[in-house]
């Protein structure tokens, strides 16, 4: 065989080589079967004479074509083990999986560019994480020194004590982070909600036990430590006024007494209810007598702090009513008139204003209590009876008052006008203008007078001839004249005055003198 044939032999050798080369690259990174065929394609172009090629210049150009696909696997691949490396990372701190992805295989640019996609996502999702934890690790070292509480758990450890970076920021762990925070956030509640009990209690035994003030201060103002301490410190302070409460066991039980009387009135207890609470009246008192007390004063100030809105109400109607009752009778008392500020209206004008708003204010009550009573089924008492009937029950009791008064006021009235008409008195009143037919004063003078000239003489002592016989038929006519005089008060067209009917006594007596 000639050298020349023996060459293009070993050209098709080296082409069919290379060919194979290139296949194998190609399966490597993936290349699709149509890219191939197309890259294919580009080889047999350059194989062909038409393009001047010698097969020393096609070697060449695949030479480069390998050499240069050779250097794109090599920076896929590095690019691939960094993204790998950034992924395990990430996969450690947040406990997460790792991209589906073959390490030992050439990656497409497609697969790239997702892979970086997902480290992006996933380092946000770090910061996220991250932002999260510090934030809870911040609060539950805060609400640790409040308590005084110390990590006991690992996973608590973990959290607090180590490096920050090194914690593991799984959901489960941020979870389980969360839930920690909630309890001492609910255990700083307790203890903050008992500190306010304990305060409470101890300011009643304060009370109860006339604490000085000074005692009083140094404890209140320990509010810079812990919480756990301040709890300590009520706690101590609490046991000790327990132990002072039992050593002066009868002063506690009359302090609580007072409380208990003034819950009464603010819940308007009857005195059948008052009555219920038997140990109210024992002498014997000891520890039972002053818990029971204690309960008694616990169970009214549920009962007022549950109902204190329809207390309130009531306890306002009643201030309303008692103010009421009082501008009444202001209304009714002559020496009103002397006051020359002002009030005189004032008054009248707030007594009108409640005369109208009572009654409204009653309605209003009366939808509060029937919702009340439609919640709790039964009945709203005051003072023993229902609230209604206790209202109703008040202003009958005024109209009754006023009726009475109004009657004592007219029986006052025609007293004194028969001790002024017996006795001569001389009451002025200011003089009015006459009505037209009204009798003048002069006619009505000497009708009375004659009249009473009559009785004077009847009133003459028996000595002078008069027997007691005749001293009976004065009294008579006396009280004839009473009656007149209580006709002569009811009639509205004679406003008569005692100084219409005698001026003076000395008239009087010169008119007598004359009839007789």
């Known amino acids: 065989m000639r050298k020349s044939e023996i060459h293009a032999a070993e050209s098709v050798a080296c082409l069919g080589k290379a060919l194979g080369e290139l296949k194998d690259i ?95 996502a996933r380092n946000q999702e770090r910061e996220r994480r991250h932002a999260e934890f510090m934030g809870m690790k911040r609060q539950i070292t805060v609400l640790m020194e409040d308590l005084e509480q110390h990590p006991d758990t690992s996973f608590e450890k973990d959290a607090v004590c ?11 762990n941020l979870s389980a982070l969360k839930v920690l925070l909630h309890q001492l956030e609910s255990r700083k509640a307790e203890s903050e909600a008992l500190c306010v009990s304990i305060r409470g209690r101890i300011e009643q035994l304060w009370e109860m036990l006339q604490v000085p003030e000074e005692e009083r201060e140094s404890l209140m103002q320990n509010t810079l430590t812990s919480l756990k301490s301040r709890l300590n410190a009520l706690q101590a302070e609490l046991q000790r006024l327990e132990e002072l409460k039992k050593k002066n066991i009868q002063r506690v039980i009359h302090a609580i007494r007072s409380e208990i009387v003034k ?91 409640l005369q109208k708003s009572l009654p409204k204010l009653e309605k209003s009550l009366k939808a509060q209590i029937d919702q009340w009573e439609a919640a709790h089924c039964k009945e709203f008492r005051v003072n023993g009876q229902p609230f209604l009937q206790f209202v109703e029950d008040q202003w009958n009791q005024h109209r009754m008052e ?16 028969e001790e002024d008409l017996l006795y001569g008195t001389i009451i002025r009143t200011p003089t009015k203008r006459r009505l037209a037919g009204t009798p003048t004063p002069g006619k009505t ?55 219409s009917v005698a001026s003076s006594y000395s008239e009087f007596a010169v008119s007598s003198l004359s009839c007789s």
Not at 39 to 56: F, N, P, S
Not at 162 to 172: K, N, P, T, V
Not at 321 to 331: G, S, T, V
Not at 480 to 486: E, F, P, V
Request: net charge negative; proline share 3%; hydrophobic share 30%.
């Open 26 to 120: 190609w399966e490597e990174i993936g290349i699709p079967e149509d890219q191939r065929l197309q890259r294919t394609d580009a080889v047999h172009m350059h194989i062909k004479e038409e393009d001047g090629l010698t097969m020393l210049q096609l070697e060449k150009d695949l030479r480069t074509q390998v050499k240069m696909m050779l250097k794109e696997k090599s920076a896929r691949q590095s690019e691939l083990k960094s993204l790998i490396q950034q992924d395990q990372d990430l996969c450690d701190l947040l406990c997460d999986d790792l991209f589906p992805i073959h390490p030992e295989r050439v990656p497409s640019q497609q697969q790239l560019q997702n892979y970086r996609q997902h480290i992006n």
């Open 402 to 417: 006023k009726e009475r008064e109004k009657e004592e006021r007219q029986m006052k009235k025609m007293k004194q006008t």
């Open 162 to 172: 180590e490096d920050e970076d090194a914690f593991c920021l799984s959901l489960e």
């Open 263 to 353: 819950f009464w009135e603010k819940c308007y207890f009857s005195p059948e209810q008052r009555q219920a609470f038997t140990s109210y009246h024992s002498d014997d008192l000891d520890e039972e007598v002053l818990r029971g007390h204690e309960l008694e004063l616990e169970r009214l100030k549920q009962d007022y702090a549950e109902h204190s809105e329809l207390y309130d109400a009531v306890s306002t109607w009643s201030s309303n009513w008692a103010l009421y009752q009082e501008l009444e009778k202001k209304a009714t008392d002559p020496s009103r008139f002397n006051n020359r500020g002002g009030n005189l209206l004032k008054e009248e004008k707030q007594r009108v204003d």
């Open 445 to 499: 003078r000497k009708v009375l007078t004659a009249y009473v000239c009559e009785l004077s003489v009847g009133a003459r002592t028996p000595a002078r001839g008069r027997t007691p016989r005749g001293l009976e038929r004065n009294k008579e006519n006396i009280s004839h004249l009473s009656g007149a005089l209580r006709t002569i008060a009811a009639s509205p067209q004679r406003n008569y005055s005692i100084t």
